[in-house]
T-cell receptor, first 113, second 108 residues
Framework: NAGVTQTPKFRILKIGQSMTLQCTQD?????MYWYRQDPGMGLKLIYYSVGAGITDKGEVPNGYNVSRSTTEDFPLRLELAAPSQTSVYFC????????????FGPGTRLLVL | KNEVEQSPQNLTAQEGEFITINCSYSVGISALHWLQQHPGGGIVSLFM???GKKKHGRLIATINIQEKHSSLHITASHPRDSAVYICAVRGSGDKLTFGTGTRLAVRP
């Protein structure tokens, strides 16, 4: 099993460009999460999903969108990239909810110039 | 004041030393997580606990709910333990609040 995979590993964007960060899991977990990690800061929740077709905002959702059409995939969309979105993005999953261990992907490093 | 405070921020130890990393939080919680972030960036969950103590190999995690404090201990430290250790708490809103991490370097 691959677990949680994220693509790309690293990307440079120009201000105003858009991109989609991909997250795929093969563990059949219902819950999926997107976090961002800024230097010297704790992980911040961007969006989460409790199952296919259901998504909700986290702590820092502005500038991002998500969709969850299947159990396996939870892409994160940046529509108009801004320098403030320079960060490392982690996707995570858990089997059935917040009370369970979260499994993290390897991360995507994004630089917006 | 951050909801989750970790200390120390940075820690250097010699191989074989006993290591303690602390986590204090300011809100009522239902569970506390300890995670390890490898030098390459990957994050793995080490422990989830809501009371008492858990042990896995050379790692021990304890929590004191009344004092709102948790510790992560590493016995017989090894250079491969070098990583960032992150504390996260799950409060009444269910979502996790993360600390900023403790960067540990174990020298051979």
């Amino acid at each position: 099993n691959a677990g949680v995979t994220q693509t790309p590993k690293f990307r440079i964007l120009k201000i105003g460009q858009s991109m989609t960060l991909q997250c795929t899991q093969d563990m059949n977990h219902n819950y999926m999460y997107w976090y961002r990690q800024d230097p010297g800061m704790g992980l911040k929740l961007i969006y989460y999903s409790v199952g296919a077709g259901i998504t909700d905002k986290g702590e820092v959702p502005n500038g991002y969108n998500v969709s969850r059409s299947t159990t396996e995939d939870f892409p994160l969309r940046l529509e108009l990239a801004a320098p403030s979105q320079t960060s490392v993005y982690f996707c995570a999953t858990s089997p059935g909810g917040w009370a369970e261990t979260q499994y993290f992907g390897p991360g995507t490093r994004l630089l917006v110039l | 004041k951050n909801e989750v405070e970790q200390s120390p921020q940075n820690l250097t130890a010699q191989e074989g030393e006993f290591i303690t990393i602390n986590c204090s939080y300011s809100v009522g919680i239902s569970a506390l997580h300890w995670l390890q972030q490898h030098p390459g960036g990957g994050i793995v969950s080490l422990f989830m606990l809501s009371s008492g103590k858990k042990k896995h190999g050379r790692l021990i995690a304890t929590i004191n709910i009344q004092e709102k404090h948790s510790s992560l201990h590493i016995t017989a430290s090894h250079p491969r333990d070098s990583a960032v250790y992150i504390c996260a708490v799950r409060g009444s809103g269910d979502k996790l609040t993360f600390g900023t991490g403790t960067r540990l370097a174990v020298r051979p």
